[in-house]
């Protein structure tokens, strides 16, 4: 696609549900990260993947927070038994390679509301 | 260990006044730095960055960032504020830990331009 897609845009959900957080990165993009953004704390990072697999998931804030990328490509972040913590704007990117060089495009997020 | 430290969280300029939005950073190798800016439930978009070319980089939307080693720091400046500049400003680094150059982003500023 043309840029980062992510679905929804919004999602309210209630205490205790699971939700599902989607995001279809750029074609041919190989690294992809999860960040959070709460308001007046910047970006948290969440994990990455490079390709399929996840070197870094130092980022999820308990074992509640899980996720998977398939093919390459779509990734789904999943968050169990939803906290009202857990509200906030749920930001993914992609790059071309795990270089620096390369920059990170960002999608619109997923604004979450557990209520 | 990298960190951005952004400050004030809150910059207010007149239209035509010149911007200045702050960060200083610590990284223990040489940093790759970037500046995004989020407008209104949008995701961040890559202003600029600073990958160890010319110290002095020019972004989109006139902006411009000088990377000054001594003083780890890494301003964003545009000489004449627009009404559209209204937006929250996120400074970023990033390094080589594990092959991952998993960025670290700054609290943001969010900058409120006056007619």
């Known amino acids: 696609g043309a840029g980062v897609s992510q679905s929804p845009s919004n999602k309210v959900t209630e205490k205790g549900k699971d939700v599902e957080l989607r995001c279809d990165p750029i074609s041919g993009h190989t690294a992809l990260y999860w960040y959070r953004q709460s308001l007046g704390q910047g970006l948290e990072f969440l994990i990455y993947?490079?390709?399929?697999?996840?070197?870094?998931k130092s980022g999820l804030p308990s074992d509640r927070f899980s996720a998977e990328r398939t093919g390459g490509s779509v990734s789904t972040l999943t968050i169990q038994r939803t906290q009202q913590e857990d509200s906030a704007v749920y930001l993914c990117?992609?790059?071309?390679?795990?270089?620096?060089?390369?920059?990170?495009?960002f999608g619109s997020g997923t604004r979450l509301t557990v209520v | 260990a990298q960190s951005v430290t952004q400050l004030g969280s809150h910059v207010s300029v007149s239209e035509g006044a010149l911007v200045l939005l702050r960060c200083n950073y610590s990284?223990?190798?040489?940093?790759?730095l970037f500046w995004y800016v989020q407008y209104p439930n949008q995701g961040l978009q890559l202003l600029l960055k600073?990958?160890?070319?010319?110290?002095l980089v020019k972004g989109i939307n006139g902006f411009e960032a000088e990377f000054k080693k001594s003083e780890t720091s890494f301003h964003l400046t545009k000489p004449s504020a627009h009404m559209s500049d209204a937006a929250e400003y996120f400074c970023a680094v990033s390094e080589r830990a594990g092959g991952s150059y998993i960025p670290t982003f700054g609290r943001g500023t969010s900058l409120i331009v006056h007619p």
């Open positions: 993947f490079q390709g399929n697999s996840a070197p870094d």
């Open positions: 990284s223990s190798v040489p940093p790759y």
């Open positions: 990117a992609s790059s071309q390679g795990q270089g620096a060089n390369y920059g990170y495009t």
């Open positions: 600073y990958t160890s070319a010319a110290t």
